[in-house]
Structure formats: structure tokens, C-alpha cells
């Protein structure tokens, strides 16, 4: 008698679930997808070796003095040669690349936590003019 006693605990436990669902599955709908975020830079393969480059093709650089990962140094008149690469306001991280928060209250990305910039020396995609100008920015590639 006890055997069935539980036997019949068992059933109704199992379908009261089912019936409650209105369905003929026991399992929760799905959760909905996150949104797809996009990489804010693409990888390309030049002679010199992969390099960052924008959405629009031109070559990202970084700047040897961010080394906090958590701030841009290049500020005010820096960044009349250096153009940090802005990132939306609601910004998430993606892969390898993060979203830091400058000294104006604006976003930029970041890659690997180093903050980001095009140069306005590069007039068309894959220029690397700015590489010339000072030895303290580099360009940006990913296996760095």
C-alpha cells in the first residue's frame, strides 16, 4: 500500500507541473536571446602583420602611456591628433574589447583594456600615417 501510495505522489507531482503550463511539455519557454553586440573594430592581415582597424577601415593605435586600463591619458589637446574611438553611452563589453570612460564624461573602446584612437594623419583605410609621428603610440594588433 505504501509503495503506491507513493507511486501515486509521484504522478501527481509530475503532471500537476504539465497541467499547470497548459502545455504538453514540462519545461519553461525559453529565455529570449541577448541582443548581438558588435565588435567596434575588425582585425585585418597586412605585409606587416594583423592589425585593428574601424568599422570604417582606418588603422587603431594605441597610446604607450595607458597602462591603468581603467582611463585615456591622451585628453584636451591630444586629442586634436589623436581621435579616440567613442563608443555609445550604453556600451558593453565585447570579447577583448571593453568600454572606458574619459576625462569629459565620454566613452571609448578599448582593446585588451588599452584605449583606442584613429589618427587624423590616415586620410584613407590603411593609411598608417600616425605610426610616424611619435614613438609613444603604436599600432594596435591583436596579438598584443
Not at 536571446?33 to 593605435?61: H, I, N, S, W
Not at 553611452?89 to 584613429?118: C, E, H, Q
Given at each position: ?5 507513493i507511486a501515486?505522489a509521484a ?5 500537476g ?25 575588425r582585425?585585418?592581415?597586412?605585409k606587416?602583420?594583423?592589425k ?26 591630444c586629442?586634436?591628433s ?14 577583448d574589447?571593453?568600454?572606458?570612460s ?36 603604436r ?6
Amino acid at each position: 500500500m505504501f509503495r503506491l501510495v507513493i507511486a501515486a505522489a509521484a504522478i501527481a507531482l509530475s503532471t500537476g507541473h504539465t497541467l499547470a503550463n497548459g502545455h504538453g511539455g514540462g519545461d519553461a519557454p525559453p529565455p529570449p536571446k541577448p541582443e548581438a553586440t558588435t565588435a567596434p573594430a575588425r582585425v585585418v592581415l597586412t605585409k606587416q602583420g594583423p592589425k585593428l582597424v574601424d568599422v570604417k577601415g582606418m588603422t587603431l593605435y594605441y597610446y604607450e602611456r595607458d597602462t591603468s586600463g581603467k582611463s585615456s591619458n591622451c585628453n584636451g589637446k591630444c586629442t586634436e591628433s589623436w581621435t579616440p574611438l567613442a563608443a555609445p553611452t550604453d556600451a558593453k563589453a565585447v570579447g577583448d574589447f571593453t568600454v572606458i570612460s574619459r576625462n569629459d564624461g565620454s566613452k571609448m573602446w578599448a582593446y585588451r583594456y588599452r584605449p583606442l584612437y584613429t589618427s587624423p594623419a590616415d586620410k584613407a583605410p590603411g593609411d598608417v600615417n600616425g605610426n610616424a609621428t611619435t614613438l609613444q603610440w603604436r599600432i594596435a594588433r591583436p596579438e598584443e
